[in-house]
Antibody, heavy 122, light 104 residues
Framework: QVQLQESGPGLVKPSETLSLTCTVS????????WNWIRQPPGKGLEWMGY??????NYNPSLKSRVTISEDTSKNQFSLKLRSVTAADTAVYYC?????????????????WGRGTLVTVSS | EIVLTQSSGTLSLSPGERATLSCRAS???????LAWYQQKPGQAPRLLIY???SRATGIPDRFSGSGSGTDFTLTISRLEPEDFAVYYC?????FGGGTKVEIK
């Protein structure tokens, strides 16, 4: 079955760039929408953005700092968040939205990675 | 920007009881776009319901969703011990703040 696994540094210094990669196994990233969602400790969920067939869409509140990209040869997609502060400390999840182009359904998230905690601290 | 409000911060219920969780949108939303998730401590969220009332794969039928316009409901007909968790509603790029269902 399809599985998602996040990887990347667990500690990032303030003002630097947070970089995470999601490896998708058991299925191709060439279909579906692939998302990053984060959750600060003890708080709720925040959608960050997605990539779909090379096209991206970002949360307006993060748009100036976020880039999501894909490497189809490795079946991976990645997140870069620039100029991080302590407020960016969170568990970061890579997540699948199972819609296909033209779907009648709205965005929803059926498959989640286990999440990786990234702490922003000097 | 649509805001989702889950007004019942915590519900204290006993196993076997019925749980009714609410999610109110700041403006009318499409029923095809409202989803619910369950999250247990230390785990990723799990999709329960999408398009207001469609159960995700493997979700027991004690979970049901309903609603339209601005008011949506997740109902757990009889709480099992494993159902005590935090529940989030979601519309497009927005999540509600969550409702915790705890053991009374």
């Amino acid at each position: 079955q399809v599985q998602l696994q996040e990887s990347g540094p667990g500690l990032v210094k303030p003002s630097e760039t947070l970089s995470l990669t999601c490896t998708v196994s058991g299925g191709s990233i060439s279909i579906y929408y692939w998302n990053w969602i984060r959750q600060p400790p003890g708080k709720g969920l925040e959608w960050m953005g997605y990539i779909y067939s090379g096209s991206t869409n970002y949360n307006p509140s993060l748009k100036s700092r976020v880039t999501i990209s894909e490497d189809t040869s490795k079946n991976q997609f990645s997140l870069k968040l620039r100029s991080v502060t302590a407020a960016d400390t969170a568990v970061y999840y890579c997540v699948r939205d199972p819609r296909k182009s033209g779907s009648d359904y709205g965005r929803h998230f059926d498959l989640w990675g286990r999440g990786t905690l990234v702490t922003v601290s000097s | 920007e649509i805001v989702l409000t889950q007004s019942s911060g915590t519900l204290s219920l006993s196993p076997g009881e019925r749980a009714t969780l609410s999610c109110r949108a700041s403006q009318s939303v499409s029923s095809s776009s409202l989803a619910w998730y369950q999250q247990k401590p230390g785990q990723a969220p799990r999709l329960l319901i999408y398009a207001t009332s469609s159960r995700a794969t493997g979700i027991p039928d004690r979970f049901s969703g309903s609603g339209s316009g601005t008011d949506f409901t997740l109902t757990i007909s009889r709480l099992e011990p494993e159902d005590f968790a935090v529940y989030y509603c979601q519309h497009q790029d927005t999540f509600g703040g969550g409702t915790k269902v705890e053991i009374k």
